[in-house]
Every structure is written in structure tokens, then in C-alpha cells.
């Protein structure tokens, strides 16, 4: 019974090699990820894509990476500070009066593109992606437990190249109001002729937002109109809530039709015995399965544990063979 136990032992270990890893979780997207979809957004709306500045990206970080570290969304930072305390704390705008407009967001495994057009479709957020006075832009992204949380910045500064803006001696700074894009207001449909109820996408609709007004669960839209969280919808774009009305064939069903059995009256001394049918062993087939061995794959990193474990083995096998010889002996 020795002699089986290397073999034990290796099998063991060939099995536990070939189980399936756990599940790794997707790497989340960087800043500089975060900020070309950003500027998608923007030249999409007809504007001009922000110039990244170092200050804002440092802020933008340390914002995300305090709500990483605290597992909260929020916008305010270590100490209580703001987005602009923070932008100026890192150097943004080098002592000029500065605008900063920040957006953050928040979730398990998020996308950028999640935040963008599910997230920050409301008007204070548009605000800060598509503010035609902005120039500047600053990202960052952390991570804790699959929870992502990503910051974005935008703005400029007094004396900024292409600002506009120049301070006077003295004078006290008031920055220009900036005229943002407005959000469509929800126009509930009706139903068509054939029973479909279509919403047409408004400037600024998510669908979220969508699936609210029509008080519908998102999950529903989403299959009905094969898209994710992840798709993304333009103005003019038809969200189909509700299918039109297939019509269905029905017809009345017949009543089932029993056949009586009549029944047998027995008088007594006339009763007719039946023997018994002999049962009869019927060959039940059962199907049997093939199994597949499944390949053992061995990556680069368990080859040593391999071959240590093979030769450790090995080595057993030999002592105990030998140890059989010198008995006999």
C-alpha cells in the first residue's frame, strides 16, 4: 500500500494545478482615458477638447483617491476642501483667480462612459464636460474593492491664453457667466396605433432618466432595445418602452370527451379469476456518458512546483523499491 503513496501525492498536486483560477477583476481605465472621453464629448457637442493641465490632474487624483481610501463619493477632499481649494493647492493657475467646475462619480467596475452618459446627463454636470469658457482639464481615477471612482476637473484662470480674461490692479474678479447647454424636458409619448410606445430622445436624456419618466425598470429598456449601461444614446435616437401588440390566436378549447368504463357486476360463484401477468424485466438502456478528460494546463509559474513535485516522487518511488529489494535480499 507504500508504493501508491508518490503517486497519491502527485496526482494530488496535478489536480489542484488544474482548477481555474479565481476570477481577476478588470483593470480599471486611467486619467488620461477619462480625459479623451471627455473631449469626445466635447467636440461631439461642438466644442473644442480641453488642454490637460498637470495642477488639475494632481487634484483630480488626490480627490479620487480620498474617496477610494474613505469609500465615499464626494466632493469634498481631505481637510474639507473643495474642488478649487484643491486645484489651487496644487498649483493651478499660479496664484490668478481661478473657476473650477468638478464632476465625480462612482461604482462597481464604472466606465467612464458610464458616468458620462448615464451619470452626468443633468445640467450642473454638462456644465462642467461642455462649458465653452473652460480650458483647462484634470482627471483621476481610484480604485478599492472592484469600486471605482473617478473625478474629473475643468476650468481656467485669469491671464489663461484664450481666457478672455484679464484682471485689472485691484479690481475685484467676477467670472463670466457661462452659458451651458439646457437639458430637454421629458415629453411622455403615447401609445401608437399598434400598441408601441416610443420615447424620442431629448438633448441631455439619459437612460435612466428615461426609464424614471416612464416609471419602467431600466433593465427592461436596456432588453428592449438591446443595449447596456455601457451604450450610448444621442438626441433624436427612438427608445422602444413598450413593443407593439403581436396578436395571438386564441381559440376556445373542446371539452375533453371521457369514455365511460363499465363496470362488471359480479354474482357470487361466477367469478372469473384473471391470473396474475408475469412481470416482465424490461432492459432499461441507460445512457452513458463519455467523459472528456479536461487538458491539465500548466502556466510558466507552476512549472518549478511541477517538476519538484515529479522528482520529489520519483525520488519516494526509488526509496521504496530498493527498500522491497533488501528485504527479499
Known amino acids: 500500500m507504500k508504493k501508491w503513496i508518490p503517486f497519491l501525492l502527485l496526482g494530488l498536486i496535478l489536480f489542484s494545478l488544474s482548477l481555474d483560477s479565481p476570477p481577476k477583476s478588470l483593470p480599471a481605465e486611467d486619467a488620461f482615458t477619462v480625459v479623451a472621453a471627455v473631449?469626445?464629448?466635447?467636440?461631439?457637442?461642438?466644442?473644442?477638447?480641453?488642454?490637460?493641465?498637470?495642477?488639475?490632474?494632481?487634484?483630480?487624483?488626490?480627490q479620487s483617491d480620498h474617496q477610494a481610501t474613505i469609500r465615499q463619493v464626494t466632493h469634498m477632499g481631505a481637510g474639507g476642501t473643495n474642488a478649487t481649494q484643491r486645484a489651487i493647492a496644487y498649483g493651478f493657475g499660479g496664484g490668478a483667480h481661478v473657476l473650477v467646475s468638478e464632476n465625480i462619480a462612482g461604482g462597481i467596475n464604472l466606465t467612464i462612459n458610464q458616468a458620462i452618459y448615464q451619470?452626468?446627463?443633468?445640467?450642473?454636470?454638462?456644465?462642467?464636460?461642455?462649458?465653452?469658457?473652460?480650458?483647462?482639464?484634470?482627471?483621476?481615477?481610484?480604485?478599492?474593492?472592484?469600486?471605482?471612482?473617478i473625478t474629473v476637473d475643468t476650468g481656467y484662470y485669469v491671464g489663461a491664453p484664450g481666457s478672455g480674461a484679464q484682471a485689472a490692479p485691484g479690481a475685484t474678479y467676477a467670472p463670466p457667466a457661462a452659458s451651458g447647454p439646457a437639458t430637454d424636458p421629458f415629453i411622455v409619448s403615447t401609445p401608437r396605433e399598434d400598441g408601441a410606445l416610443i420615447h424620442v430622445v431629448g438633448y441631455g436624456q439619459s437612460l435612466i432618466g428615461i426609464a424614471n419618466t416612464y416609471k419602467v425598470q431600466v433593465a427592461e429598456v436596456l432588453e428592449l432595445n438591446g443595449l447596456t449601461l455601457d451604450s450610448i444614446i444621442y438626441p433624436g435616437d427612438e427608445i422602444v418602452i413598450q413593443p407593439s401588440h403581436t396578436p395571438t390566436l386564441t381559440g376556445t378549447p373542446e371539452p375533453a370527451t371521457t369514455t365511460?368504463?363499465?363496470?362488471?357486476t359480479m354474482t357470487p360463484g361466477d367469478e372469473t379469476r384473471t391470473p396474475r401477468a408475469t412481470p416482465t424485466a424490461r432492459n432499461t438502456a441507460t445512457a452513458s456518458a463519455t467523459l472528456t478528460p479536461t487538458?491539465?494546463?500548466?502556466?510558466?509559474?507552476?512549472?518549478?512546483?511541477?517538476?519538484?513535485?515529479?522528482?520529489?516522487?520519483?525520488?519516494?518511488?526509488?526509496?521504496?523499491?530498493?527498500?522491497?529489494?533488501?528485504?527479499?535480499?
Open 260 to 264: 365511460p368504463t363499465p363496470s362488471s
Open 39 to 62: 473631449n469626445a464629448f466635447r467636440t461631439a457637442n461642438g466644442l473644442p477638447a480641453l488642454q490637460i493641465d498637470n495642477s488639475l490632474m494632481a487634484a483630480a487624483q488626490a
Open 119 to 149: 451619470y452626468w446627463q443633468d445640467s450642473l454636470h454638462l456644465q462642467t464636460m461642455l462649458n465653452p469658457a473652460a480650458l483647462y482639464i484634470g482627471a483621476g481615477v481610484g480604485v478599492a474593492d472592484n469600486y471605482v471612482y
Open 295 to 329: 487538458p491539465i494546463v500548466i502556466s510558466p509559474e507552476q512549472e518549478p512546483v511541477v517538476v519538484a513535485a515529479v522528482l520529489i516522487s520519483l525520488g519516494v518511488f526509488l526509496v521504496v523499491v530498493f527498500s522491497s529489494l533488501l528485504k527479499r535480499n
